[in-house]
């Protein structure tokens, strides 16, 4: 089955700086990659996804890198303000196309 | 508000108790799913039901029971709750193989 290994478990930043989060998956079936961020207190919102057809994609501040020969994903949060300060998982897919199996997490801390 | 919304918000019960969490989804999903969040933190899939139909039992002992009467509930039963079934319970749902959508979360205290 997928095993999904994200690095690093704690990051503090500056504001303004960049955040980078890697995770590895094992399962060469995977095809979807989404990246999940939970506040204190709330349940983990999707904030963006790659498919294995696409080697990166970018939502404003947020991008993900996708490299399906080394099994690799990363997220990359540019111009980080206070309010990115969170915990991010990276999840990959549980027996192709059912259920996720999510990264430990990584706690951001942005200060100002 | 489309969302996926789930009750109680906390849960305080003693060793032993029987206690149900409600979840349902007005998103028009066609499969749903119980996480289950430790104290450190770490999500881990419990059951997927797609179209009332159980497709994923991750290893989760029998005392835990999810029942699904339409494909936009599933709620999840706990018998002879166990200090060790202390954790945050989220329910999910998602249209084919997108993104899954969080409830809020469920904090289940066992005494």
């Known amino acids: 089955g997928e095993n999904v290994e994200q690095h690093p478990s704690t990051l503090s930043v500056q504001e303004g700086d960049s955040a980078v989060i890697k995770c590895t998956y094992s399962d060469s079936a995977s095809n979807y990659f989404p990246w999940y961020k939970q506040e204190l207190g709330k349940g983990p919102q999707l904030i963006i996804d790659?498919?294995?057809?696409?080697g990166e994609k970018k939502d404003q501040r947020i991008a993900v890198t996708l490299n399906k020969t080394a099994k690799h994903f990363s997220l990359h949060i540019t111009e980080t303000q206070p309010e990115d300060s969170a915990v991010y998982f990276c999840a990959g897919e549980c027996r192709a196309g059912t259920a996720l199996i999510f990264g430990k997490g990584t706690t951001l801390s942005v200060s100002s | 508000d489309t969302a996926v919304s789930q009750t109680p918000k906390y849960l305080v019960t003693q060793m032993g108790n029987d206690k149900s969490i409600k979840c349902e989804q007005n998103l028009g999903h066609d499969t749903m799913y119980w996480y289950k969040q430790d104290s450190k933190k770490f999500l881990k899939i419990m059951f997927s039901y797609n179209n009332k139909e159980l497709i994923i039992n991750e290893t989760v002992p029998n005392r835990f029971s999810p029942k699904s009467p339409d494909k936009a509930h599933l709620n999840l039963h706990i018998n002879s709750l166990e200090l060790g079934d202390s954790a945050v319970y989220f329910c999910?749902?998602?249209?084919?193989?997108?993104?899954?959508?969080f409830g809020s979360g469920t904090r289940l205290t066992v005494v």
């Open positions: 790659i498919r294995s057809n696409v």
């Open positions: 999910a749902s998602s249209q084919g193989r997108g993104g899954d959508t």
